[in-house]
């Protein structure tokens, strides 16, 4: 099995900043894409940055100039770096990541973590 755990929310102030850490371990062979969501109450889960294994990486675009994503393959993990935090970040964190697990036989995963809090206070 493929676990992520997430680490690194909390709460800021406006114009703060936080990083946020995703780590993938368990049974994995590869990691190919992985990505940072975020759900606040009442609202559907969103896309926030999202890399490939080839670097290519995308941005929501109320998040591009202020966050900065980043992976570190050797370790399988995932980085967020959230600068210029507003009140509108405020939600629960989510990173997803697949890839190719080997538990005898390589196959499929696509796995999310449990989530990490960031409320930015006004």
């Known amino acids: 099995q493929v676990q992520l755990v997430e680490s690194g929310g909390g709460l800021v102030n406006t114009g703060g900043s936080l990083k946020l850490t995703c780590v993938v371990s368990?049974?994995?062979?590869?990691?190919?894409?992985m990505a940072w969501y975020r759900q606040s109450p009442g609202k559907q889960r969103e896309l926030v940055a999202s890399s490939d294994n080839s670097g290519r990486t995308n941005y929501d675009y109320t998040v591009r100039g202020r966050f900065t994503i980043s992976r570190d393959n050797a370790k399988n993990t995932l980085y967020l770096i959230m600068n210029n935090l507003k009140p509108e970040d405020t939600a629960v964190y989510y990173c997803n990541a697949n890839g190719i697990s080997h538990t005898g036989r390589y196959q499929d995963f696509d796995t999310w973590g449990q989530g990490t809090q960031v409320t930015v206070s006004s």
């Open positions: 368990g049974s994995v062979f590869s990691v190919a894409y």
